[in-house]
């Protein structure tokens, strides 16, 4: 594969895609390009334009949201469109062999119009999917059928892109993305907290409804009305957005003023703190296809309370060994999980270990071996 011309395009990537990209270049060589797009609207997709050791192109465009956010709680598959007039002049020009895509965009569509080998990076699942009909999920199954071969994060995207799209197995490849390193002084520190310690449950999030961050507040009134543990409790709440004042007026209303703490939106590198002062990660998401705040916080060596509307659920949380999975709705066993950790904090320890050693083959690797079997099958059915 080293002397094969392969284009990843992708729009628009955070930081965490660069390890990714740096690790399939070093695999393909220096005939291996990124395509992106100019205008980027995340401070963080701007600064990842200039991180990393892979080559790239960035194209003129722009995003025209089409379609945003709705189901009943509130979230849903939103839909729009990256647009670069220049894109089929570049690929053009680049003459690539095999072309990786992500997700079923108008990229794709370009790449697979225009006869490319065409590869599909895939995170949806039959939850995240469930609004999609009509002509978009007709053309799904139209991209699937001639896609070359799909990588996806887990086993719920394959789940979806088998069964929803008829996708064969051994055309998915599972190993898509993988989180930042931890730096090493705060895994360690992380892995000291004294056991007289408050119990501190960490949720790194945006402050959306589609989080679910008022279950984990009402599961927390609940667990502050517990009379079978005395230990004290505190919750961590990482992260803005435009259910901040809401969230804070429901706090004040159940009384957890002095138990929960909102600290806002923090720099990226900041986020390891959080995590190495914490004993257990909750995510209460109503809707999310890999989220990788699970990934971090298990590589900092917490147990996970997890939604099991997150589509990682399945692959990262082993029951009672490294944490629970729970419905957000639930708030009552919510408030069970929790208490978990407060009756028993040995159990902190314990279910960290279980996660650092779970966590440990979702790297960098891992995700560029699974696309180099990708390359290899999309070649094959060519």
């Given amino acids: 594969m080293s002397e094969r011309r392969v284009v990843y395009l992708c729009p628009s990537f955070a930081p965490y895609w660069v390890q990714i990209f740096d690790a399939i270049a070093d695999r393909v060589g220096s ?17 990842a334009q200039s991180m990393g050791r892979f080559k790239r192109r960035v194209l003129r465009g722009t995003r025209l949201s089409l379609a945003g956010r709705s189901s009943e709680h509130g979230v849903g598959t939103p839909f729009g469109l990256n647009i670069a007039p220049a894109l089929p002049i570049a690929l053009m020009q680049l003459k690539p062999q095999v072309v990786i895509t992500n997700n079923f965009s108008l990229w794709t569509l370009a790449s697979i119009r225009m006869g490319y080998p065409t590869i599909i990076f895939w995170e949806g699942t039959h939850h995240t999917e469930r609004t999609v009909r009509g002509w978009r999920y007709r053309l799904r199954r139209w991209m699937a059928g001639r896609a070359g071969a799909f990588v996806v994060n887990g086993s719920a995207a394959r789940a ?35 056991d007289g310690d408050a ?18 507040l009402q599961a927390a009134a609940l667990l502050r009305q517990d009379n079978a543990t005395d230990r004290p409790f505190t919750v961590t709440i990482v992260g803005d957005g435009p259910e901040h004042e809401a969230l804070l007026q429901l706090t004040r209303e159940l009384g957890l003023d002095d138990v929960v703490t909102f600290e806002g939106a923090v720099h990226p590198d900041a986020i390891w703190q959080y995590y190495a002062q914490a004993h257990v990660k909750v995510l209460p998401t ?19 309370l997890l939604s099991h509307y997150a589509g990682s659920h399945q692959d990262l949380v082993q029951e009672g060994s490294n944490g629970y999975s729970f419905d957000p709705g639930d708030h009552g066993r919510l408030a069970e999980l929790m208490a978990v950790y407060a009756r028993a904090p040995d159990q902190v320890t314990a279910q960290g270990r279980q996660s650092l050693d779970i966590v440990r083959k979702y790297d960098a690797d891992r995700a560029a071996t699974a696309f180099m079997q990708a390359l290899r099958m999309a070649e094959n059915g060519r």
């Fill in 286 to 304: 109503l809707q999310d296809n890999w989220p990788l705040v699970a990934l971090e916080a298990m590589t900092m060596g917490l147990p996970l």
């Fill in 31 to 47: 005939h291996f390009t990124v395509v992106t797009q100019s205008m980027q609207s995340a401070t963080n997709a701007r600064l």
């Fill in 199 to 216: 119990i501190n449950y960490v949720c790194v999030s945006r402050l959306i409804k589609g989080k679910g961050i008022d279950h984990l």
């Fill in 160 to 194: 979806y892109v088998h069964e929803s799209l008829s996708v064969p197995h051994d055309r998915i490849f599972e190993g898509g993305l993988c989180c930042a390193n931890p730096p090493d002084e705060l895994v360690r520190r992380s892995r000291e907290r004294p």
